[in-house]
């Protein structure tokens, strides 16, 4: 059974950084694209970026372009979303995600002086 685990969030400052951690297990994840989303109470949830197998990463919000990356270490079965120059508009939970409906339980990010 796929499970994904996120990690790493937490408070933090405007401008300031985190790293978050998706570790995954019960699959190959060196096969799939990962995706990062975020949601805050009575919004939809939003795609962040997909962390593809190989090359940039895609379908990467406008709101987070040059500021948010991902990337991967396949073989410790870990992909990962790196934030720079957060902003208060970045609070929210993120969860990494695979195709077929597969989610961890998130982890809260808050931007706050």
């Known amino acids: 059974q796929p499970r994904l685990v996120e990690s790493g969030g937490g408070l933090v400052q405007p401008g300031g950084s985190l790293r978050l951690s998706c570790e995954t297990s019960g699959f190959t994840l060196s096969l799939y694209t990962i995706n990062w989303y975020r949601q805050t109470p009575g919004k939809e949830r939003e795609l962040v970026l997909s962390?593809?197998?190989?090359?940039?990463?895609?379908n990467v919000a406008n709101s987070v372009k040059g500021r948010f990356t991902g990337s991967r270490e396949d073989d410790w079965n870990t992909v990962y979303l790196q934030m720079n120059n957060l902003k208060p508009d970045d609070t929210a939970v993120y969860y990494c995600?695979?195709?077929?409906?597969?989610w961890g339980p998130g982890t809260q990010v808050t931007v706050s002086s």
């Open positions: 962390v593809s197998r190989s090359g940039p990463d895609l």
């Open positions: 995600n695979r195709v077929g409906n597969y």
